[in-house]
């Protein structure tokens, strides 16, 4: 039986997309392939820790998770399960912080008190 392999996509502004995906073999290694949606007939074998660090950099590139699926040896892809949505992740650092509530203003010590209530 062929290994499952987590598959990710990344859409070019044209309409085309590109996949890569990796898939754990369980003895510490993993397969990885890559190549044009639905064809994903280059492939290698690396430290399953280096696919783990390689899935993270694709995310960071804009790269989006859609499931596990099947890779058959033409490259064909099955998708066997879908994730939810968008994954996207941001780089680490690189998010803009919540900006701090502003404090409640005093409107009566901005205009000041005078005691004909006349602002302007």
Known sequence: MSP??????????????????????????????????GRLRQTQSKPL?????????????????IGRADI????????LSRDGPDQRVTPAGSATPTPAPKPARDIAALLGADDDGFYF
């Open 72 to 79: 058959d040896a033409t490259g064909a892809v099955a998708l």
């Open 49 to 65: 820790p280096i696919a783990l660090e390689r899935a993270r950099e694709k995310r960071l590139k804009g790269y989006v998770a």
């Open 4 to 37: 499952l392999y987590r598959l990710y996509r990344y859409e070019h502004g044209d309409g085309t997309a590109k996949e890569w995906a990796y898939a754990d073999l369980g003895n510490g290694t993993a397969q990885i392939r890559w190549g044009p949606a």
